[in-house]
């Protein structure tokens, strides 16, 4: 995931009248676009585009694949979308959701979908936690969450993407035994998540050893900003956690 630092955009957050938006915090646009990838936004995008929830109501992910997939995954904030591209090219079967509001990251998976003839991504051009409410419980198989922004100052620890409300909603809608992986290279960051897993009675941190949350795992390929970390000499932490069995009571059983 991208993790520029930009301060909360000028005249940002929720317009009059939809108090319920969650505020977004991150940029949308960079640099200006090239005209293939202006041209991507126009033509590839529309095809592969999740359905607004505002407009559509719930969102089932599988349907949004014609039935060409076996499960569906979820990527919170793709940056560049060489993280999902990769997944999607190593899966056929699975189908993957990317959510990313910032439009030149955007651009360059859509770059990607299209160099790799990639039939099972589908795109949602916004912020993750709109899209969330809208997918029907147990209804994904895995999540990541990839170097979300820190938010290092006390001050601005609320607009961190991880907190006990967003582990809430990953938990309603992945299925029991789903797998959800984070990565940070902030010490800090890293804290404030195993303080939240700690108060998250639906998911278990799979680590066994220092090696398990130190070295990427196999089938997690790198990203870009994971490589600029690690060249300019800050710890990466990968955890790795499971969505537990549900209980009685506790919503839909997975069949």
Same mark, same amino acid.
């Given at each position: 995931?991208?993790?520029?630092?930009?301060?909360?955009?000028?005249?940002?957050?929720?317009?009059?009248?939809?108090?319920?938006?969650?505020?977004?915090?991150?940029?949308?646009?960079?640099?200006?676009?090239?005209?293939?990838?202006?041209?991507?936004?126009?033509?590839?995008?529309?095809?592969?585009?999740?359905?607004?929830?505002?407009?559509?109501?719930?969102?089932?992910?599988?349907?949004?694949?014609?039935?060409?997939?076996?499960?569906?995954?979820?990527?919170?904030?793709?940056?560049?979308?060489?993280?999902?591209?990769?997944?999607?090219?190593?899966?056929?079967?699975?189908?993957?959701?990317?959510?990313?509001?910032?439009?030149?990251?955007?651009?360059?998976?859509?770059?990607?979908?299209?160099?790799?003839?990639?039939?099972?991504?589908?795109?949602?051009?916004?912020?993750?936690?709109?899209?969330?409410?809208?997918?029907?419980?147990?209804?994904?198989?895995?999540?990541?969450?990839?170097?979300?922004?820190?938010?290092?100052?006390?001050?601005?620890?609320?607009?961190?993407?991880?907190?006990?409300?967003? !582990? =809430?909603? $990953? *938990? /309603?809608?992945? %299925?029991?035994?789903?797998?959800? #992986?984070?990565?940070? &290279?902030?010490?800090?960051?890293?804290?404030?998540? !195993? =303080?939240? $897993? *700690? /108060?998250?009675? %639906?998911?278990?941190?799979?680590? #066994?050893?220092?090696? &398990?949350?130190?070295?990427?795992?196999?089938?997690?390929?790198?990203?870009?900003?994971?490589?600029? %970390?690690?060249?300019?000499?800050?710890?990466?932490?990968?955890?790795?956690?499971?969505?537990?069995?549900?209980?009685?009571?506790?919503?839909?059983?997975?069949?």
């Amino acid at each position: 995931m991208r993790r520029a630092r930009p301060g909360p955009r000028r005249g940002g957050g929720a317009p009059a009248g939809a108090a319920a938006r969650p505020r977004f915090y991150g940029r949308r646009r960079g640099h200006r676009l090239r005209p293939g990838r202006r041209r991507l936004l126009d033509e590839l995008l529309p095809r592969i585009r999740v359905p607004d929830p505002g407009e559509a109501g719930a969102v089932e992910p599988l349907a949004l694949f014609a039935g060409a997939v076996g499960e569906v995954w979820l990527e919170i904030g793709f940056g560049s979308g060489e993280h999902l591209a990769a997944q999607a090219a190593a899966h056929p079967a699975v189908g993957l959701i990317g959510c990313e509001p910032f439009v030149n990251g955007l651009s360059a998976l859509l770059a990607e979908v299209e160099r790799l003839g990639l039939a099972n991504v589908r795109v949602f051009p916004d912020d993750a936690r709109l899209l969330i409410p809208a997918l029907p419980e147990a209804s994904l198989a895995r999540a990541f969450i990839l170097f979300p922004d820190p938010w290092p100052k006390a001050r601005h620890a609320k607009r961190r993407l991880i907190d006990d409300q967003a !582990l =809430a909603a $990953l *938990a /309603r809608v992945l %299925a029991d035994g789903a797998e959800v #992986r984070i990565a940070t &290279d902030d010490a800090g960051y890293l804290r404030w998540i !195993l =303080a939240c $897993l *700690a /108060r998250a009675p %639906a998911f278990a941190w799979l680590a #066994r050893r220092p090696a &398990d949350w130190r070295h990427r795992p196999a089938g997690w390929p790198p990203t870009r900003y994971e490589a600029k %970390a690690l060249a300019e000499g800050r710890t990466a932490t990968y955890l790795r956690l499971c969505r537990l069995p549900r209980g009685p009571g506790q919503g839909r059983e997975r069949a």
